[in-house]
C-alpha cells in the first residue's frame, strides 16, 4: 500500500514526485508508454527557467526523475491498464499486478494527433512521424514536409531544417498559431517554405511501402497539387491521455475536470499537467501543477488521517 500512485512520469508527475517524496510519503510513479513523456522526444529546451543556454529534454526528464529518486521515490515500468477508483483504497493495475493507494496523482499528459487519412497509419514509421527528433536523421539531405501552424510544426521544422535539403510546411491557413519568434525564426529559414491554405488529402505511396509524396488540397480553391517528399512530420496538436478514466472521474472536452486547485471529480485523485490543460501545456506549468497537486493531496492525506 503506497501513501500516494503517480501515474505519468513527465514534468507533472515527476515534479509530484519530488514533492511528494520529500514529503516523506511513500510514493510510486509508473513510467508509463514514454518515461519522462513528450519532452524526451523534443530538442533543447530553451524556455525551462534556471537554464540560460537551454537543456536537452532528455537530461532535464533524467535530472526529474533522479532527484524524486533520491528522496525515496519509487518507479516502476510498464502501463496502467486499469484504475478502480470508486472505492479506497484505490487499485492501479500495472500489467498484471495491482497496486494499492491511499491517494492518487493523474499526470497521463497528451498524445499527438493524427490526420486520419488513409494512408497515415500504412505508412506510419515509413516516412510518416510525429517527432522529428526521433526520426529527422533519417531524412539527412532529403525533402521532407511538416503539418501544422502551432509551435510544435514550427519547433520540428526548424529542428528538420538542419538536417533535410529542404522542408515544406503544410498549413490550413494563411497566419500561424505559432509564438512570434517562432514564425520569425520559420520565415527567415532559406530551407523552409510554406504552403499556405493546404491540407494533406493523402500520403504517398503505399504501393512503394514508403512516403514519395503528398496529395495536397487548397483549403480556398479546391485544387489538388502533388508534393513529392521523402518524409511528413505531422504536428497538429494533441489529444488528453484520459482514455483510461473514462466512467471513473468527469472529463471537459476530453481533459479531466479540475475542482478546487488539482482536485478531481473523486476524493483522493489529483490531477496535474497536460492531462487537465488544454490551453498552457508548457513544461514549466505542468511542473508547477505537479508541485500543487502534490501539496494539495499530501494536506488531504493529513487531513484525512486526523479525522
Ligand atoms: P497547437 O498550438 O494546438 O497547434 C496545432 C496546429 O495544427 C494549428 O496550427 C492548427 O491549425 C493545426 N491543425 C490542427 N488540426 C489540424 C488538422 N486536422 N489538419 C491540419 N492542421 C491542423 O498545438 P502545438 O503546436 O502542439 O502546441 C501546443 C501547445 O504547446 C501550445 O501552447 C504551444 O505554445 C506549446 N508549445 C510550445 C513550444 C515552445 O515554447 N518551444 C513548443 C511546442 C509546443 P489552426 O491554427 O488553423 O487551428
Known amino acids: 500500500m503506497y501513501d500516494v500512485i503517480i501515474i505519468g512520469s513527465g514534468p507533472a508527475g515527476l515534479t ?116 522529428a527528433t526521433c526520426d529527422g536523421h533519417f531524412f539527412r539531405n532529403r525533402a521532407v514536409a511538416v503539418v501544422g501552424g502551432g509551435d510544435s510544426a514550427l519547433e520540428e521544422a526548424l529542428y528538420l531544417a538542419r538536417l533535410a535539403d529542404h522542408v515544406t510546411v503544410i498549413h490550413r491557413r494563411d497566419e500561424f498559431r505559432a509564438s512570434k519568434v517562432m514564425q520569425e525564426r520559420v520565415l527567415n529559414n532559406p530551407k523552409i517554405s510554406i504552403k499556405w491554405h493546404n491540407v494533406v488529402d493523402d500520403i504517398l505511396d503505399p504501393a512503394q511501402n514508403r512516403v514519395t509524396g503528398l496529395r495536397l488540397k487548397h483549403t480556398l480553391t479546391g485544387e489538388m497539387t502533388t508534393l513529392p517528399v521523402d518524409g511528413v512530420f505531422i504536428a497538429i496538436g494533441h489529444t488528453p491521455n484520459t482514455q483510461l478514466f473514462e466512467g471513473q472521474l468527469e472529463l471537459v472536452d476530453g481533459y479531466i475536470k479540475v475542482y478546487d486547485n488539482s482536485r478531481t471529480s473523486v476524493t483522493g485523485v489529483f490531477v496535474a499537467g497536460d492531462v487537465q490543460d488544454g490551453r498552457y501545456r508548457q513544461a514549466i506549468t505542468a511542473a508547477g501543477s505537479g508541485c500543487k497537486a502534490a501539496m494539495d493531496c499530501e494536506r488531504w492525506l493529513e487531513e484525512t488521517a486526523k479525522a
Open 16 to 131: 509530484a514526485a519530488i514533492y511528494a517524496a520529500r514529503a516523506n510519503l511513500d510514493v510510486l510513479v509508473t513510467e508509463g508508454d514514454v518515461p519522462g513523456g513528450q519532452l524526451t522526444q523534443t530538442t533543447v529546451i530553451e524556455n525551462f527557467p534556471g537554464f540560460p543556454m537551454g537543456i536537452d529534454g532528455n537530461e532535464l526528464m533524467e535530472g526529474m526523475h533522479k532527484q524524486a529518486e533520491r528522496f525515496g521515490a519509487q518507479f516502476v515500468l510498464g502501463t496502467v491498464t486499469a484504475v478502480e477508483f470508486q472505492n479506497r483504497p484505490f487499485k492501479i493495475h500495472i500489467d498484471d499486478t495491482i497496486y494499492s493507494a491511499k491517494a492518487v496523482i493523474v499526470a497521463t499528459g497528451s498524445s499527438p494527433k493524427a490526420l486520419g487519412v488513409k494512408n497515415e497509419k500504412l505508412l506510419q514509421g515509413r516516412g510518416v512521424s510525429t517527432c
